[in-house]
């Protein structure tokens, strides 16, 4: 067997511009089903012209990118402007301190930019450019796929990667060894003419298809999602229970087309709510155990079942995901008029003020009570609760455990304006119609009682007792669809785009024919995507190998090899000699 180097034929001349694909044909086709830039010729488009060439526009890959920018950009309102589907109090705190912005933001629907116009139009034509540009690649990639990788152009060395040799052994014998080393090395080869063709990378537009599918299917996924989510919160105390229902909700949001028969049928209640804090060290305070204990049944007669919840581990029942957000105290009162009469006995949700823990709220007392002359009249007492109380300091706590609580009361006496009609939070006080009620030293009645103790309104008007202490915790319910579809199609898209970058699709030729003299000469070419030192490399091993491979037709006594043995391969900018190969 014998080999010679590139040298010992002429070297070609250089090609005249576009000669190149006139010489390749088939096998320089475009190596993806990108689809190709074109212009519409003719001064006069026509209106099917102009269809085709916005169609083509749209479905153009920085026509996307653009769309893709533009959504990322309009999100960005979204964020920093306080919208009406999430919170209605901040928008109107925000148009009562914006007069002049606020008519402005209202006509560009900047208070719900995802559902207005400009950003629902450019979420659907993304959505348009994206299935226009993937259904024929999808379909000519298919093509592809059923087909046979292209024949062997007539000037090989017209390619990136070429080398060649001449050796001893027959045509057939050469093309059958490279058709066998080929698909050894997952090749799709098949034998065209006097050459073995092959092709190998086909993950690399595998990965590009998935990846613009998977961004249809997160676009799906959060279209369906933000249509029809829900969003709740409510806040149950220890002993209490919660049936998901509308009506049971503290606050409610939900998408566009959601239904009220949407909801998941469950009900809960808490059983016990379980916190312990560090004691000391620079973490003073900060929560080691966080957990609610329930007990839930689905649906209407669901068999009971009891689960722990913590932070970032949700219950799931159905479609919906009951999360444990935060916690406070509830401390236990019961009131009495004048007569010694109860009128009030609950538990009474007070609001964290600072990690401590320091709560306050109301107590109101609406219905029942007369003061001690018999009128009816209504009680609020404003309330401030410590559950770690420091002596002398009265407004706030030392530690967020229960380890010495007090509650410190102030009473009122009047009118609550509930029956206004005017909506009012449970958490504050409306003092317009309400007195207080004084001490002996005519100042504001205000005491710290602990668990047991009483304080005893003046005049006879009452008595409020402290009688112990609960715990809160408060849970947002959420249901949102497609939410495992958007994270299907996050990880497709991500192992999409890493195939797309990181697999070169790329075709490789063999051609073996007898020369004048009878000896055979053989060429190899290559041919990537996009130029990369990879395909004469890997052309350069696989020349090796098919070289050493090769069986021997010559005469053993035909003499020695009659030329030198180095087997090269070329590229535009360097060669890189085969594997094996003598320099």
């Not at 000519?140 to 000037?155: D, E, Y």
């Not at 010694?340 to 007070?350: C, E, I, N, T, Y």
């Not at 098919?546 to 535009?572: E, K």
Request: one cysteine or more.
């Amino acid at each position: 067997m014998s080999k010679t180097t590139t040298g010992d034929s002429p070297a070609p001349a250089a090609p005249a511009p576009g000669a190149d694909d006139a010489d390749l044909g088939a096998a320089g086709s475009q190596l993806s089903t990108a689809p190709s830039e074109s212009l519409l010729g003719g001064p006069a488009l026509g209106v099917v012209g102009w269809a085709r060439w916005f169609w083509r526009q749209l479905t153009s890959m920085r026509v996307a990118l653009l769309l893709l920018l533009l959504l990322a950009l309009g999100a960005i309102p979204g964020s920093l402007i306080p919208q009406t589907g999430t919170d209605e109090t901040k928008v109107a705190d925000f148009r009562r301190a914006h007069e002049t912005l606020a008519p402005l933001y209202d006509r560009l629907g900047l208070f719900h930019v995802y559902s207005s116009v400009w950003f629902s139009a450019v979420y659907i034509l993304l959505f348009v450019s994206l299935i226009g540009c993937i259904v024929p690649r999808t379909w000519q990639f298919v093509g592809q796929l059923r087909g046979r990788p292209p024949g062997a152009p007539k000037r090989l060395n017209r390619l990136p990667a070429y080398t060649t040799w001449r050796t001893g052994a027959e045509p057939e014998q050469v093309r059958e060894a490279a058709l066998a080393l080929l698909k050894k090395r997952r090749f799709r080869a098949h034998l065209a003419g006097d050459a073995v063709a092959a092709e190998k990378g086909y993950l690399r537009e595998v990965g590009n298809l998935a990846f613009h599918i998977a961004l249809i299917v997160m676009l799906v996924a959060f279209a369906w999602g933000q249509l029809f989510k829900t969003e709740g919160n409510k806040l149950i105390v220890e002993g209490n229970s919660f049936s998901n229902t509308l009506i049971s909700y503290d606050d409610f949001k939900s998408g566009t087309l959601f239904d009220v028969h949407d909801l998941t049928p469950f009900s809960l209640s808490l059983d016990r709510f379980t916190g312990t804090y560090e004691t000391s060290g620079p973490n003073k305070g900060t929560p080691r155990t966080f957990q609610a204990a329930l007990t839930y049944s689905e649906g209407a007669y669901g068999k009971d079942r009891k689960t722990l919840v913590k932070v970032n581990h949700p219950l799931e029942i159905g479609d919906s995901k009951v999360y444990l957000v935060a916690h406070g105290y509830a401390p236990v009162v019961t009131v009495r008029d004048g007569r010694g009469k109860v009128v009030f006995r609950d538990a009474v949700p007070l609001l964290p003020l600072d990690a401590n823990v320091t709560s306050s709220g109301v107590i109101k007392v609406l219905d029942g009570y007369r003061d001690a002359k018999g009128v009816k009249e209504q009680l609020a007492f404003k309330a401030y609760f410590l559950p770690s109380y420091a002596e002398g300091n009265e407004v706030a706590s030392a530690f967020p455990a229960l380890l010495n609580p007090v509650l410190n009361l102030e009473p009122y006496h009047g009118d609550l304006g509930v029956d206004s009609g005017i909506p009012q939070s449970v958490y504050q006080l409306d003092k317009t119609h309400m007195k207080e009620f004084k001490d002996s030293k005519k100042l504001q009645l205000r005491d710290n009682l602990k668990p047991g103790e009483t304080l005893t309104l003046p005049g006879g008007a009452g008595s409020i007792t402290y009688e112990g202490t609960k715990e809160w915790a408060n849970f947002q319910i959420t249901q949102q669809p497609g939410s495992g579809w958007a994270l299907a199609g996050a990880l497709a898209a991500i192992f999409g785009l890493a195939a797309s970058l990181f697999v070169q699709r790329r075709r490789v030729w063999v051609r073996a024919v007898r020369g004048a003299d009878g000896v055979t000469v053989v060429e190899m070419a290559g041919l990537g995507r996009s130029e990369s030192a990879k395909v004469p490399e890997e052309l350069g091993d696989l020349a090796a190998r098919l070289y050493d491979g090769t069986p021997d037709a010559r005469d053993p006594d035909a003499g020695p090899d009659p030329g030198p043995h180095p087997a090269s391969v070329t590229d535009p900018e360097h060669a890189v000699p085969a594997e094996g190969a003598e320099k």
